[in-house]
T-cell receptor, first 114, second 114 residues
Framework: DAKTTQPTSMDCAEGRAANLPCNHS???????VYWYRQIHSQGPQYIIH???NNETNEMASLIITEDRKSSTLILPHATLRDTAVYYC???????????????FGQGTILTVHP | DAGITQSPRYKITETGRQVTLMCHQT?????MFWYRQDLGHGLRLIYY???????DKGEVPDGYVVSRSKTENFPLTLESATRSQTSVYFC?????????????FGPGTRLTVT
């Protein structure tokens, strides 16, 4: 699976958009980009995933560059409850009895300030 | 309640003791996973299971045993606990294979081996 690079930490004001970047310059054509987050003392939580096109759900938007070498997770109106570690993960699909392992790196610590 | 649960949430045990961490999910998901999370290492996969009676090793399986006699349960046993197994353990489950899928994580078990 492709390696990802994320900033160690970021700050954001409450109510503003939080834009979390992720570099995955060695991504292959069949690898997806996933975002998870982990709020303190809780298990990781799935946010969103994408392959080529930009994606949006009720939690966030995912913008993937045309060359797919980087992506940005956007939390449109950050709240204090969005303070968490955000993980960008790149992995291949898996089928049958095999599976696609999620490799969690160090992630980005996002702190949302009042 | 529907979802994925882990028990106990906190456990203190002595070196050499056997301890079993329980994981239960109510979605009938095929895939289940055990991760451990340590400072400086992120989440690392211990074992996973593609279905009842099908299990396989992850990145760090030594010292652990798993079983999956029922789809909804995936217990993790430390046969002879060591201090290096002090960690936070997360169980996860996933419904789909062969297509992009998300993993749903439990709340975690904090294990201390003295």
């Amino acid at each position: 699976d492709a390696k990802t690079t994320q900033p160690t930490s970021m700050d954001c004001a409450e109510g503003r958009a939080a834009n979390l970047p992720c570099n995955h310059s060695t991504i292959s054509g069949n690898e997806y980009v996933y975002w998870y987050r982990q709020i303190h003392s809780q298990g990781p939580q799935y946010i969103i995933h994408g392959l080529k096109n930009n994606e949006t759900n009720e939690m966030a938007s995912l913008i993937i560059t045309e060359d797919r070498k980087s992506s940005t997770l956007i939390l449109p109106h950050a709240t204090l409850r969005d303070t968490a570690v955000y993980y960008c993960i790149v992995r291949v699909n898996a089928g049958g009895t095999s599976y696609g392992k999620l490799t969690f790196g160090q992630g980005t610590i996002l702190t949302v300030h009042p | 309640d529907a979802g994925i649960t882990q028990s106990p949430r906190y456990k203190i045990t002595e070196t050499g003791r056997q301890v079993t961490l329980m994981c239960h999910q109510t979605w009938s998901h095929s895939y289940m996973f055990w991760y451990r999370q340590d400072l400086g290492h992120g989440l690392r996969l211990i074992y996973y299971s593609a279905a009842a009676d099908i299990t396989d090793k992850g990145e760090v399986p030594d010292g652990y045993v798993v079983s999956r006699s029922k789809t909804e349960n995936f217990p993790l046993t430390l046969e002879s606990a060591t201090r290096s197994q002090t960690s936070v353990y997360f169980c996860a489950s996933s419904e789909r294979t062969g297509v992009p899928y998300e993993q749903y994580f439990g709340p975690g078990t904090r294990l201390t081996v003295t």
